[in-house]
Each structure stands twice: as C-alpha cells, then as structure tokens.
C-alpha cells in the first residue's frame, strides 16, 4: 500500500501533489515487481501531527491480526512523518508485524548501515519541519505589523478582504466584519448571557434558521468553539498554544480588527464560559471527566 499526504493547498499543485505521489509509488512498485493494491490519501495533514485520521487508519489496517499489509510506500521520510521520535516508535511497531515503510526518492539497504542513514533522515525531517516553524511566525510577525492577515481559518464573523500591496504578486488580506455572520454572533452572545448554555443557544440558532458557514446545523461543540473566538472582541491571536501546551503571552501573535462584540459583553461571556466548563470533584478520579456535560447543571452557579 502507498501512505500519500501533502500539508497545504500550495503543496497540492505542486511537484508534491498527491497525484505526483500516486505516480512515483506506482512506479517504484513497477520496478520492484510489485503492485500497490491501495492508496492511502491524506490532503491537508501536517507532518507533525501524530492523530492524523488517515494515518491511523493506515497504522490500524496495517497492525490488525490477520493483515495482508507488508510494505508501505512514500514518496520521502517526511510524508511519513516529521516527528523523529514517533517515527522511530511507529516503525519499530510495524517491524515487529513483519511491515516495512519504505521511500521512494531515499532508497536504503535493509542492515544496519541502512537503519543508520533511516534515523538521519528522519531527524532531518523534523529538523526542516522545526526551521520551516521559526520562518513561518517570523513572516506571520512581520505580515501582522504591517496590519495584514497572514492567514489561517478566517475567523467567524469576519471575511478576508484582498489588498494589493505590490503589482504581479499574490495580495495580502485585510479582515473585515462580515454583516451575516456577525449579526448570528451578535444573536448567540445573547442568548448565552440570559442563561442558555451552549447546547440551548444551538437549539435557538437552528430554530431561527441560523445556520453555520458551511450552512450546516449548530451543535454544542460549534457554539463553544465560536465563542473561544478572541476575534470577536476586537483581536486574533495566534502561537497561545503549542502542542497543547499554552504559551506565554509574549509569545503570542496579535492583529488588532474591528470588534464585533462590545467590550463588557464580551468578558462576561468569557466569564461564563470560564463559570460553566466542566471540572472534576475534588478528591474524585474520572476516567470521563465530562460525563455529565449536557445532562446535570448546578443549582447555584449554572
């Protein structure tokens, strides 16, 4: 089987394009007298994350009792992964379910010397990763002073306005407010502050006929997320948290953009996200700390 995974829109229509991927493993397969019997497409997916779904997946079909999996094809050790560490774990665990991970531009002799120059490679990798890491937010810092959006998921409320900054080349973006979807915020803070929670603000957007940017239905999760949003407030952060670990704040990222919500609406509603998350009882170990999320409510604080 082949593992194909590109990270951004600009790889895809790149010489590292899936379908480019598709090629070069079916070839190498040719050439080994081989055939790949299925591709295992990842669009979208940074090497770094290590709960890819696609990837998983890979792992689970690949580690399953009874598989028929023997070889996984990539293009190069950096589509695999970009984490040396959970390269080295990973593949020591298919090793012992007789598969090999094999690439298609770095081809190595199955001894040790060949193991040597895998590890190098795969520290490499992640060491390519980590500097591409330090550009990017050094770009993103320099495009913020300048007051332009250096990209990302536009957040909720606002659309991204193009700017031509230099004749021939791609144009910045400024953000401005969106009249809908802000009008839906403006909605949803409401009916937060008068004591619906998140699941009952859902159930009233849905039954104004309020819908989601992807016009889909409101859910729990959807309301909460929107709301997290510091865009609405008047700033959008970036860099406060990394591999889910929160940064200091000098560390942050900060574009100033037209608040949406005023000032005291906002910190209350922030105030009672705070008030209302789930929290463990003292003393108490739970193996689901929210299992009583959307089911009980103190009588006190709500």
Known sequence: VSYLRVSTVEQAEKELSLTAQRRSAEEFAARHDAVIDH?????????????????????????????????????????????????????????????????????????????????????????????????????MREAVRQGFYPGGLTPYGFCKVPVEVHAGKKPRHHLAVQPDEAAILRTMYQLYITGSGALKVAESLNALGLRTRKGNLWDKGAVIETLQQSAAG????????????????????????????????????????????????????????????????????G
């Open 234 to 301: 008047g700033v959008v952060r970036w860099g406060v948290h990394h591999r889910g670990k929160l940064q200091p704040a000098e560390k942050w990222i900060t574009l100033p953009v037209e608040p949406i919500i005023d000032a005291k609406t906002y910190a209350l509603v922030k105030e009672l996200c705070e008030q209302r998350r789930p929290t463990e009882l003292p003393g108490r170990a739970s193996a689901k700390p929210r299992v009583l999320t959307g089911l009980a409510r103190c009588g006190l604080c």
């Open 39 to 139: 591709h295992y497409l990842e669009p979208g997916a940074s090497g770094t994350d290590t709960h890819r779904t696609v990837f998983n997946e890979l792992l689970g079909d690949a580690l399953r009792p009874g598989s028929t999996i023997s070889t996984i094809v990539v293009h190069h050790t950096s589509r695999f992964t970009r984490d040396a560490t959970h390269a080295r774990v990973v593949k020591k665990e298919l090793r012992r379910a007789g598969v090999r991970v094999l690439s298609v531009t770095q081809e190595l002799a199955e001894d040790p010397m060949g193991t040597l120059m895998e590890g190098f490679f795969e520290c490499i990798d992640q060491y390519e990763s980590e500097v591409n890491g330090l550009r990017t937010a050094a770009a």
